[in-house]
């Protein structure tokens, strides 16, 4: 885990030395999230969103990379019914991690596709009305796609998995969203 962390930071600060500074872009995204919490108590999918502040730090290789620090929340919850019409056991489920880390993204080319790379540490909670409520650390990885609509607007969609710690274990929440993001400078 030390080392994954000095490598994070050795990345980070290797692209700050060596890139030419960014234009002070800072960007703010919402997606629509479904989380799957795999290892988790009843293993189901809970449906929510993602939102985040981006905000890019240095640029390198020729304007081709950019390096960014991101803060985001990911609240998700299951509000299932059973076939009867009445809530279901996991009804009222609800997982919400808040993390920060840094991003690695390249210039848009094939199809103007900007892939990205983003790592995750914080805190997360996980609580279910039957059995349990726990509050413990969080990290992880992303990996997506974002793509050009306007100079202010991008679609994007991304993936990302994580380990969410609990007094015996980890549970691997997995996370598919897609949504927009808004730059509040022009590109």
């Known amino acids: 885990m030390k080392i994954k962390i000095w490598l994070v930071l050795l990345l980070a600060v290797g692209t700050l030395v060596a890139g030419k500074a960014a234009q002070a872009q800072v960007a ?29 730090l240095a640029q390198g290789w020729h304007s081709r990379i950019t390096f960014s620090a991101n803060l985001q929340g990911n609240f998700a919850y299951n509000n299932s019914q059973s076939s009867l ?10 997982y ?18 900007a892939p990205y790379l983003q790592a995750n540490i914080g805190f997360a909670r996980y609580h279910d009305p039957v059995t349990r409520s726990i509050t ?8 997506g796609v974002t793509r050009r609509l306007t100079p202010r607007f991008d679609a994007v969609v991304d993936y ?28």
């Open 28 to 56: 703010l995204y919402g997606e629509a999230t479904a989380d799957y919490l795999n290892s988790g108590p009843y293993t189901d999918f809970l449906d929510g969103g993602t939102a985040g502040l981006l905000v890019d």
């Open 85 to 94: 019409g009445v809530p279901a056991f996991t009804a009222g489920e609800m």
């Open 136 to 143: 413990d650390n969080v990290f992880g990885g992303e990996a």
């Open 96 to 113: 919400d991690a808040v993390t920060i880390g840094p991003r690695l993204s390249l210039a848009p080319h094939y199809f103007h596709l």
């Open 160 to 187: 990302g998995f994580s380990y969410y710690g609990y007094s015996s274990g980890f549970y691997h929440p997995q996370t598919f969203s897609v949504g927009a993001m808004y730059h509040f400078t022009k590109r």
